[in-house]
C-alpha cells in the first residue's frame, strides 16, 4: 500500500534533482547538496515537484517519510535561498569581529576565540554584538551556530553570554544581603 500522506515538493526554476537509489542530489543557483535516504522511501519527480511515497503505514515507515521529505524540501530551500542563524553577544566587552573569513570572539576568557568556518559555512559580524551564519546545509549551519553558543552561553545571573537572537534567558536572583 503506497501513500503520498504529504504534499509534493515544488522545484523553483533552476533547480535540478538527481535520483539514484539511496541518494538524492539537488544543484541550484547557490550551490549543490547531496544526501543520504532510506531505501524504502520511494521518491519520484514529475515535471516540477518531487513527491516521496511511502511503504505502509507503520509508524517507522510514517517518520522516515516525513524526515525524507523534510530532508529534501531543506536542501531544495538551501540551494535557492540559503539558511541563516542570527546570534547576539551580551555583556560588557564582550564583541565579535571577522578576521579574514575566521570569527574571532573576545568573551571574557583571557585569549580571543577564533572559529574557522566549514565548508559552505560564512559569517557576518553587522555589530560587533551580532553574528549571522550563512550557508545553503540547513544542518551544518545549525551546528556552527550551536558551537558558538557553546563558547560563552548565557548564564542565568546576569544574562551574559552568546545566544540565539530573541533566545529568553530565565534570570535567577542573586544571594540575598
Known sequence: MSRIGRQPIELPAGVLVALSPGRVQVNGPLGELTQVVPLRMTIEKAEETIVVKRPTD?????SLHGLTRTLIANMVDGVTKGFEKRLEIQGVGYR??????????AVGYSHPVVI???????FEVPVPT???VKGIDKQMVGQTAAEIR???????????GIRYEGEHVR?????RA
Open 58 to 62: 507503520r509508524g517507522e515507515d510514517r
Open 96 to 105: 565579535a569581529a571577522l578576521r579574514g573569513e575566521d570569527l574571532e570572539l
Open 116 to 122: 574557522t568556518p566549514r565548508g559552505g559555512i560564512s
Open 130 to 132: 551580532q553574528i549571522v
Open 150 to 160: 557553546k563558547v560563552r552561553p548565557p548564564e542565568p545571573y546576569k544574562g551574559k
Open 171 to 175: 534570570r535567577k536572583v542573586g544571594k
